[in-house]
Every structure is written in C-alpha cells, then in structure tokens.
C-alpha cells in the first residue's frame, strides 16, 4: 500500500504512519518530554490521531490509548480470555474493540476477536492534518501490526 504526501513522494504504510506521527507531534509541539515519556507520547497519538478520540485532556487520552494499547496487546498475542476475566479489563476491552472494530474480526463473540489480517484496512484519522494524502487504506497485515505494536510500546 502506498501513500503520497502533498510533495508527490511516495510511501510505504509503515512510512506514512511514523510521518504522520513526526507531523503531529510537530503541530503538538507542547508535549514536552519533561511531561509525558515518548511512549506515552505515542499512546496519546494512537488515541487522537489513529482512533480520532478528541478529548482535550492529554492525560484522559494518555488513558485511552494506554487502554487501546494494552486491547491491541492482548488480542495480538491471542490472551484475551485471560484479561478479560477481571472485570475492570472486561470493560476496558469491550470499549477498546469499538475504537479498533476496522481492524479486527470476532465471528460471534467480541471477547475472542483477533485482528482480521486478509482484508482489514484502516486510515489514520489524523492524516489530513499533517498534508499526508491517503491514496488508500493501511493494510492491516501480521507484519504491519508486529511493527506497530513495537512503534507504540518504544
């Protein structure tokens, strides 16, 4: 899959996401590091500008993209039975799946949804603001989720 940017360049899905993350956090340029780890930087950034929740509140989105994160986290290494048996997980992953339902597949229960790698496709919400033109959507592939989940855990 390939992106363009307003410069005609052309690039990779993995390339267009660390783009649009280098951009908005250019145009976010108040996140000081003295605040906030780049990791936590990076779960902020999964919840306003890849799952487009718009709260105001760095530290309430910090929250929701910590527990996007640790969703994603579970589903990928397929334990979600495990983290769903306490109940404040259980409704932390209920939620989650919803900000992430593009992505995955779960037949016919939610709580053992798995990330639909042949034909899941997801375009970051935030890409129009930092001049990056989707020509199309990310492919949610194993190797384009093995390498996200690194991105945002780094």
């Not at 280098?22 to 003295?34: A, L, S």
């Amino acid at each position: 899959m390939t992106y363009k940017t307003n410069d005609k360049n052309y690039i990779t899905g993995k390339e267009a996401v660390f783009k649009l993350y280098e951009n908005w956090k250019e145009d976010n340029e108040y996140f000081k590091e003295d605040n906030y780890t780049e990791s936590e930087i990076k779960k902020i950034f999964l919840s306003d500008a890849i799952c487009n929740i718009t709260t105001y509140d760095d530290d309430l989105s910090l929250e929701f993209g910590n527990m996007i994160y640790d969703t994603m986290e579970v589903i990928f290494e397929r334990k979600t039975f495990e983290y769903i048996k306490h109940d404040e997980n259980y409704i932390k992953y209920i939620l989650s799946c919803h900000f992430i339902e593009d992505w995955l597949d779960w037949g016919t229960s939610i709580r053992g949804a798995w990330f639909n790698y042949f034909d899941a496709k997801f375009e970051p919400k935030g890409a129009y603001l930092c001049n990056i033109i989707v020509q199309d959507y990310i492919d949610i592939d194993e190797c384009f989720m093995n390498w996200f989940m690194l991105f945002l855990k780094e």
